[in-house]
């Protein structure tokens, strides 16, 4: 591919530090997209993946409340995914 940039030599250089900037994030997107199937995978039924998705999305999932709509066995198993992502660096 070429880059053909009218400007000074400063002009390319943060052109091609935004087209870096945007491939790192891309791949980056496509890593966090790939953690996420990995903990919906992990489940073992859609109750689990629901919760799991509700605390991937930021939603408070250990209330008491929050818990209630599910099975206890759901909610551990949920727990365990969760505690796996945020030992990865994820929530």
């Known amino acids: 591919m070429t ?9 390319e250089e943060d052109i091609l530090k935004m087209v870096n900037a945007s491939a790192i994030a891309t791949e980056a997107r496509k890593a966090y997209d790939e953690v996420f199937q990995w903990a919906l ?3 073992s ?7 799991v998705t ?7 999932v250990s209330s008491a409340e929050y818990k209630s709509q599910y099975s206890e066995k759901d909610n551990e198993e949920a727990y365990s995914i969760i505690m796996s992502l945020v030992s990865m660096g994820f929530g």
Not at 45 to 51: D, L, P, S, V
Not at 54 to 60: F, L
């Open 3 to 11: 880059l053909t940039v009218l400007g000074s030599a400063d002009d």
């Open 41 to 43: 995978n992990e489940c």
């Open 45 to 51: 039924n859609e109750r689990t993946k629901q919760i």
């Open 54 to 60: 509700d605390a991937w999305r930021g939603k408070g």
